[in-house]
């Protein structure tokens, strides 16, 4: 059975940071999530870890008998079941620790013991997917009819006939398990050296302030509404990941050329068709993506001449993508408030999607506020299948800080759902579908948001930060997903990879999408280093899905906000599915089909509507 170590999405986005936070020990209990709701305690989880260690030889009893009987392959899938959930809530509260207090060594060693542990076990159990592949599919289906329990494998079943031509011999199985050990090294490294040990510089902004341009730094500093802080911020940050370019680089490269092992090891074509073939998404849905970016990008250009109104610049720059260029949104959000909000913004789902919104909050599944060492950004970890969802914010009293909430409390609810409604073998939803709960839960803040203000500054802000949230989600993702393309298509041609290789090709895309050369938005070539600082190229073709997911969200809340007979119970249904069919199966369910173009196109006359509402607001402020 295909299992994860985090059986749900970890998600990280940029957020609003402060320069300086609090010592964790003086944050309020009632912000801090409750990790002890999955083991009591460290030594609780060391008892745990030490009993699943034991566990792990058991697998090996079923090996060359699974084909032989279906009571034996229900055995053996069972209990490769049970160890997935335990060893997915070891890997949950080993992770979230660690987040708490990334300098805290234990929690780290505590990691690579769950990484021994996996290896080990999906050593010995790499034997399952080749016995699955040596029956027929007749047989198959036999089994499944003669034993009831087999029902919720079904999927599983099917998926590992529909792949059968890459599936490899139990012993090559079992040499490509013993990769794993190696194979996150390079992840590792990046998460290490840019959290930890990047000798962030010391800049000294206009008003005399000294400010270490750490990442939480950068994220805040580089909204600065003065022009010459940003370019100081800009300047200093993105020069000294270019003095580090070649590092970052080969920690790339190795990432890349793992991925190309695993994919030229399982007979795929590329590694592009290896990860999207894991749901069943056809490849084409990839590219109409870039297409359909290419496309429309002269409605972005649109948007970016409206932010150079706004900032009354005569030449737009990179560095000014971060600041509104409108006031509105200096609305403070306390916690508290934040909270109210982003409960009244999801009353359209309903009071059961309410009402576990309040319990987040009441019981203590967020971890709130930022302090020195904790993780940046913020995420959801839905690991801990018999417990409840968990998320980490870096909260700053801001209206982008509610927009993260409410961004991964759709995650969060989408886990709660889909672990409550089904079984765990298939309650692990696919990334691709994520993305939609999250996106979904920003477009009913916003909306809302705009349909209450009676200020047009406040207006404004809240439509340049809805364009600027489809800038950065449609465009800017797929602009990754391109880089992305490209650099393995490099690799897999063999091609280096260096930091001036990467470098280069990520400016060329930068600039065509910014449009530097048209003279929309100017692009210096020291930022164009800015590939070393995603850490979501760790993460081989994610970020396409932020892209796809917003494009879905936007259709399906639309729905729902204009009250169509059916379309809260098709969402809820949606939330409600886990993995119990592929996702472009499950969104057509719902309503979205994105084997088309339509829902990108739907996207863009959202953007333009927006941008029509903003030079209506513009143009009476100018008279």
């Not at 566990?55 to 009893?61: H, L, P, Q, Y």
């Not at 080993?94 to 542990?117: F, H, L, P, V, W």
């Not at 040596?134 to 034993?147: A, H, P, R």
């Not at 999607?353 to 950004?377: F, H, L, M, N, Q």
Request: proline share 3%; net charge neutral; aromatic share 12%.
């Amino acid at each position: 059975m295909k299992w994860n170590l985090v059986i749900f999405v970890t998600l990280v986005i940029a957020l609003q940071f402060p320069a300086s936070a609090v010592e964790r020990k003086d944050i309020q209990l009632k912000d801090k999530w409750n990790l002890e709701e999955i083991f009591a305690s460290d030594q609780a989880w060391d008892k745990a870890r030490q009993q699943l260690a034991g566990r792990v030889d058991g697998i090996s009893a079923f090996k060359g008998k699974i084909s032989k009987s279906s009571s034996q392959l229900l055995a053996c899938l069972e209990y490769n079941t049970a160890f997935s959930k335990d060893i997915s809530r070891l890997w949950s509260y080993a992770g979230m620790r660690s987040d708490e207090d990334t300098r805290i060594s234990k929690y780290n060693g505590m990691i690579q013991q769950m990484q021994y542990i996996s290896t080990d076990y999906g050593t010995k159990s790499s034997f399952i997917e080749p016995e699955i592949c040596s029956m027929d599919s007749k047989t198959v289906d036999k089994f499944i009819s003669q034993q009831p329990g087999l029902k919720v494998y079904t999927k599983y079943l099917k998926d590992i006939q529909r792949t059968k031509a890459h599936k490899l011999s139990d012993k090559e199985e079992a040499l490509l398990a013993q990769t794993s050990l190696m194979a996150s090294a390079s992840s590792s490294i990046f998460n290490v050296f840019s959290n930890a040990e990047l000798p962030f510089p010391t800049i000294e902004l206009k008003d005399g302030t000294k400010v270490t341009l750490n990442q939480a730094a950068y994220s805040l500093h580089r909204q600065d509404k003065d022009r010459e802080n940003r370019e100081l911020v800009f300047n200093a940050f993105w020069k000294l990941f270019d003095s580090f370019k070649q590092t970052f680089g080969a920690q790339l490269s190795g990432s890349v050329k793992k991925n190309i092992f695993y994919a030229r090891a399982r007979k795929y074509d590329s590694v592009l068709e290896n990860h999207l073939d894991q749901n069943n998404i056809p490849t084409d849905v990839y590219h109409t993506l870039i297409k359909n970016a290419h496309d429309n990008l002269d409605v972005m250009h649109r948007f970016l001449k409206i932010k150079k109104r706004l900032l009354g610049v005569e030449t737009l720059k990179y560095s000014d993508m971060y600041v509104s260029g409108v006031s509105g949104g200096n609305i403070d959000y306390p916690y508290e408030k934040g909270c109210e909000l982003v409960v009244e913004s999801v009353s359209p789902l309903g009071k059961e999607y309410v009402a576990v919104v309040e319990k987040s909050i009441k019981d203590r599944w967020i971890d709130v506020y930022p302090s020195p060492g904790k993780r940046s950004g913020a995420y959801c970890n839905g690991g801990a299948y018999d417990v409840h969802p968990y998320m980490l914010l870096n909260y700053n009293g801001k209206y982008g800080d509610v927009s993260t909430m409410i961004h991964e409390m759709g995650h969060a609810i989408h886990s709660y759902l889909s672990n409550k409604n089904q079984p765990y073998p298939i309650a692990d939803y696919s990334i691709f579908a994520a993305e939609v709960a999250s996106t979904f839960n920003e477009i009913l803040l916003v909306k809302k948001c705009l349909k209450e203000t009676k200020s047009d500054d406040e207006k404004l802000y809240l439509l340049i930060n809805y364009l600027d949230r489809i800038r950065s989600t449609v465009f800017r993702q797929t602009q990754f997903a391109e880089f992305e393309l490209k650099m393995f298509e490099l690799a897999e041609n063999g091609q280096p990879l260096t930091g001036d290789v990467l470098t280069k090709l990520y400016g060329d895309i930068l600039k065509e999408y910014y449009g530097h050369d048209k003279g929309v938005c100017y692009v210096d070539d020291l930022y164009t280093v800015e590939w070393a600082f995603v850490p979501h190229f760790y993460r081989s073709f994610y970020v396409y899905q932020y892209a796809t997911s917003f494009t879905a969200s936007v259709a399906l809340a639309e729905r729902v906000l204009d009250k169509e007979p059916g379309a809260v119970d098709k969402y809820l249904e949606f939330l409600s599915s886990g993995g119990k069919d592929y996702p472009v199966e499950l969104l057509k369910n719902a309503g979205v089909d994105l084997t088309t173009s339509k829902p990108f196109e739907l996207t863009m006359d959202s953007m333009r509507w927006a941008m029509d509402e903003v030079e209506k607001i513009l143009d009476k402020k100018s008279k």
